[in-house]
């Protein structure tokens, strides 16, 4: 499997120390280029602040290793969601 290249939102929830659930957002772009051919589905991504900023501020809120990668830049819909929700949304990027 494979996603189509092109403007990505990668979306996770995380579980912060007080045991409230947080929605992680990144915006980037998925681009052509080498992957891991290890069965899973696996894409390489660019992101607008780069790759050490994004690995440093995305770890600092414990995700888990898997997310959902959606098409299309749909931050601001995830943020509306969370108000819905009442959950708190951080976006990395």
Same mark, same amino acid.
């Given at each position: 499997?494979? =996603?189509?290249? $092109?403007?990505?939102?990668?979306? &996770?929830?995380? #579980?912060?120390?007080?045991? %409230?659930?947080?929605?992680? =957002?990144?915006? $980037?772009?998925?681009?052509?280029? &080498?992957?891991? #051919?290890?069965?899973?589905? %696996?894409?390489?991504?660019?992101?607008?602040? $780069?790759?050490?900023?994004?690995?440093?501020?995305?770890?600092?809120?414990?995700?888990?290793?898997?997310?959902?990668?959606?098409? $299309?830049?749909?931050?601001?819909?995830?943020?509306?969601?969370?108000?819905?929700?009442?959950?708190?949304?951080?976006?990395?990027?």
């Amino acid at each position: 499997m494979s =996603v189509k290249h $092109g403007p990505v939102t990668l979306l &996770l929830v995380a #579980e912060k120390t007080d045991g %409230n659930l947080i929605l992680l =957002v990144v915006e $980037g772009e998925l681009v052509p280029g &080498l992957i891991l #051919e290890i069965g899973n589905t %696996n894409s390489r991504y660019k992101f607008p602040i $780069g790759a050490r900023k994004f690995v440093n501020n995305w770890n600092i809120h414990g995700p888990a290793h898997h997310c959902a990668v959606g098409i $299309g830049h749909i931050a601001s819909k995830i943020k509306k969601l969370g108000e819905l929700l009442e959950m708190e949304v951080v976006q990395i990027c």
